[in-house]
């Protein structure tokens, strides 16, 4: 009984930390640039939302990185999203937009309908956006832990995805 309460305290952290989704809250977000989160370059495809994702991000130039994301499961693509991190404010914000498989937009054209998720902390090997975190587990391995909110309750989807290129 000992070993298996000995083997659960080493595990369990690494379980609970991997899934370690946070929220600025009232809080500013810290100083941070895009220099520290630039290892995030690269195509990234796995699974997540019961299907297929594809995750890829371009180095930063001019104060950003741009992204793409795309869902898909055995009956074909299900979305899109075009993302970007900026710099803003002497910290960083990830902003997104989703898009049908027609392209046809979820949030209306304006630049301030994107959704957004304001940095709360970057740590090892860990950025934490509120509400988002990107984990890098290893030097090919990328986990994306992502609150959802359906009928009133909150869930953590986590995407895990392999380096493709």
């Given at each position: 009984?000992?070993?298996?309460?000995?083997?659960?305290?080493?595990?369990?952290?690494?379980?609970?930390?991997?899934?370690?989704?946070?929220?600025?809250?009232?809080?500013?977000?810290?100083?941070?640039?895009?220099?520290?989160?630039?290892?995030?370059?690269?195509?990234?495809?796995?699974?997540?939302?019961?299907?297929?994702?594809?995750?890829?991000?371009?180095?930063?130039?001019?104060?950003?990185?741009?992204?793409?994301?795309?869902?898909?499961?055995?009956?074909?693509?299900?979305?899109?999203?075009?993302?970007?991190?900026?710099?803003?404010?002497?910290?960083?914000?990830?902003?997104?937009?989703?898009?049908?498989?027609?392209?046809?937009?979820?949030?209306?054209?304006?630049?301030?309908?994107?959704?957004e998720?304001?940095?709360?902390?970057?740590?090892?090997?860990?950025?934490?956006?509120?509400?988002l975190?990107?984990?890098?587990?290893?030097?090919?391995?990328?986990?994306?832990?992502?609150?959802?909110?359906?009928?009133?309750?909150?869930?953590i989807?986590?995407?895990?995805?392999?380096?493709?290129?």
């Amino acid at each position: 009984m000992r070993s298996i309460i000995i083997l659960a305290a080493l595990f369990l952290p690494s379980q609970l930390a991997a899934q370690d989704v946070r929220s600025l809250g009232e809080a500013t977000s810290p100083p941070a640039a895009l220099d520290q989160i630039a290892w995030l370059a690269g195509s990234w495809e796995g699974t997540g939302l019961g299907g297929e994702s594809h995750e890829s991000w371009l180095p930063p130039v001019h104060g950003q990185m741009a992204g793409i994301f795309h869902q898909s499961n055995d009956t074909g693509l299900q979305f899109y999203e075009i993302l970007q991190v900026v710099e803003r404010d002497g910290s960083l914000v990830l902003r997104l937009k989703h898009f049908g498989s027609d392209l046809r937009g979820w949030e209306d054209n304006s630049a301030g309908s994107a959704l957004e998720f304001p940095l709360v902390a970057i740590e090892d090997n860990a950025v934490y956006f509120s509400g988002l975190t990107y984990e890098r587990a290893g030097d090919d391995r990328l986990n994306i832990h992502l609150r959802l909110h359906s009928d009133g309750e909150a869930r953590i989807e986590t995407f895990e995805f392999t380096r493709i290129d």
